[in-house]
């Protein structure tokens, strides 16, 4: 599936991969579930997430936490209030910090909760891409503090580009397990 580029692609592509995410996690083992994920073998895994990440819940959150972060800078800026979409003191040569916060804050967070507040959070995105119009979303200009962008772009990059992110890495784990 290519990149969305009009509200339609966005929303079906969202579903779909949310969806598809779901079935993959449905479908691992509970020994695949339970073990660790340790991609420390692998050469070409060298981004920092590989080592990040030790379980499905680290996923979801980091999912959930992207979520917020569109969510809160949406609304921000659609109330006047500017703001960047990488808050403060973050910025995006620093994002991997940040995301290292949002690993460290959520690792009490319950597996079960992590899926509650993933499932929200992926409803509520996909009831504010709703209120916007596909020129809204796909055309640049239309809001100064997207910058050189189109909206749409952050919703499909905190939807289905990182489902297809969170998928290709529960693949890896249990591909692992596998071996």
Known sequence: MSRPTCKTDL????AAKYEEMNKLIDKLPTEVLAT???FSADVKKKEAH???DKNLRDVLIH???????LLNWVNANLNGQSQP??????NWKTYGDMNREFWQKH???????????????????????QQFSNEDLFTK????WVGGGVLGSYFVSTTSSHYDW?????????????A
């Open 85 to 90: 979409f990488i808050p403060l003191p973050y």
């Open 11 to 14: 929303l079906t592509a969202a």
């Open 50 to 52: 590989w080592q990040r």
């Open 166 to 178: 969170a998928i290709k890495k529960l693949k890896a784990h249990n591909k692992n397990c596998q």
């Open 36 to 38: 660790p994920f340790d």
């Open 141 to 144: 200009g239309v809001y100064n």
């Open 63 to 69: 999912l959930y936490e992207w979520h917020q972060l």
């Open 107 to 129: 690792q009490q967070t319950p597996l079960e909760q992590a899926k509650t507040m993933l499932a929200q959070s992926h409803q509520q995105v996909l009831e504010l891409a």
